[in-house]
């Protein structure tokens, strides 16, 4: 009889936290090594929510909460739905969890039954797939092309939707390709969702405030709010406010989802950290202009990147709209052999190439679901980016 139980065997370790491990491993052992591949903001959380967090301990709120957070917090994310989303949840329709990651599982794990679909655009964020492989569900995925900005077209969404369809997974800024959908584009994809009375979709949210060029964002339910009793928009803290650390996510949703998910979080992990939920209020209620400067230092790390690759022999990047990656094409790469003697076959051997011999990581486009891909994340100072993409170069020119 096998130990590990069958669910465990049907998800794979995150190869985005693999990569970044090698790389901290090289580091550890003295090598300069440049991580593009975690989605991480380098900035520091904000001074505002960490003093939140102190005072928090100092009024001694250091015990269990309710499961789905504090009321504070759900308040403050109420206001914020409505703020900036114009969607409006009672308390009863948001809960939190112990990052977006967990409000992801929660809702995939209260609600998918062994043999539920649940369609994916292609590349994806690693977790979708396996959390859906994890509840015993089938991940549909829909491949998109970079002709297109990486963006699923409503003929190859109608085409996947099947009786067994239970979610479409919709990811807006995108991690990996960075592709955020305009309101004519989301509408198009709602107007597809409509028909389908049957279908879910979880939209997360997590890039909103990663869109340059005046990019205007837009989620689901507020495009199509014939869809809000079956959207559950998810977003958090992590991204918007630097604050991986702190593992705060939530959501919005119909109130009998939103109460499997609490069943589910309350047999799992049940409330969350005190700390963070008093950080996540103060981040939410709080002065929004940091947002906004950072906004305009990621597009110019964008507009550098996607510059300097382009100028990388073999390689083709795409300008994206929004997060903080890249996802260029390396077609051009391939059936060649690097300078240390590694033949290129795929995206794998080519992430493995550099970050041996240029000590550069990034992750492979096979995790995302498209190859022949890497995903950069530009999440890093000006300096590293330009001395990582030169790296890059060379790499390129170098290939035989
Ligand atoms: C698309 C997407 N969704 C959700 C998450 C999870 O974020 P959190 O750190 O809040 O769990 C990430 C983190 O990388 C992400 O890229």
């Not at 509840?135 to 085409?159: M, N, R, S």
Request: hydrophobic share 40%; net charge positive; proline share 6%.
């Amino acid at each position: 009889m096998a130990f590990i139980s069958d669910a465990l065997s049907r998800i794979k370790p995150s190869p985005t936290i693999g990569i970044s491990n090698v790389a901290r491993e090289m580091k550890a052992a003295g090598k300069d090594v440049i991580a593009l591949s975690a989605g991480e903001p380098d900035f520091d959380t904000p001074q505002h929510i960490k003093d939140a967090a102190i005072a928090a301990i100092q009024r001694g709120e250091t015990k269990y909460t309710a499961v789905d957070g504090i009321p504070e917090l759900k308040a403050a994310i109420c206001r914020k739905f409505e703020r900036e989303n114009g969607l409006k949840y009672k308390p009863s329709q948001v809960t939190v969890g112990t990052g977006g990651k967990q409000v992801l599982f929660n809702a995939l794990v209260a609600t998918i039954n062994p043999g539920d679909e649940v369609i994916i655009p292609a590349p994806y964020w690693v977790s979708y797939p396996d959390i859906v492989s994890f509840a015993g569900g089938t991940p549909v995925p829909i491949a998109t092309k970079a002709e297109h900005g990486f963006k699923v077209q409503p003929a190859d969404l109608e085409k996947a939707i099947t009786k067994k369809t239970k979610w479409l997974i919709f990811n807006s800024p995108s991690n990996p390709s960075g592709a955020a959908y305009s309101r004519d584009e989301l509408k198009k994809v709602t107007d597809v969702l409509v028909k389908h009375p049957h279908v879910w979709v979880l939209t997360d949210d997590m890039y909103e405030h990663m869109l340059y060029d005046g990019f205007e964002f837009c989620t689901i339910a507020e495009v199509e709010p014939r869809l809000k009793e079956r959207t559950l928009t998810v977003n958090g803290v992590s991204k918007t406010y630097a604050m991986t650390g702190w593992r705060i996510g939530f959501c919005g949703g119909p109130k009998a989802l939103i109460k499997g998910m609490v069943t589910m979080q309350g047999q799992a992990t049940a409330g969350i950290s005190t700390v963070g939920q008093a950080a996540a209020a103060a981040a939410l209620d709080g002065p929004q202009d940091l947002v906004r400067e950072r906004q305009a230092i990621y597009k110019e790390r964008r507009d550098l990147v996607v510059d300097m690759l382009n100028q990388a022999p073999g390689i083709a990047c795409h300008k994206p709209e929004g997060a903080f990656y890249v996802f260029p094409n390396i077609a051009g790469c391939l059936g060649r052999t690097s300078r240390g003697g590694r033949r290129i076959e795929t995206d794998t051997d080519f992430a493995l190439a550099l970050l041996e011999e240029k000590h550069v990581a990034t992750v492979q486009g096979a995790a995302y679901g498209m190859s022949p891909y890497i995903r950069i994340s530009y999440a890093t100072d000006t300096a590293s980016l330009r001395a990582a993409c030169a790296r890059i170069q060379e790499f390129c020119q170098s290939l035989r």
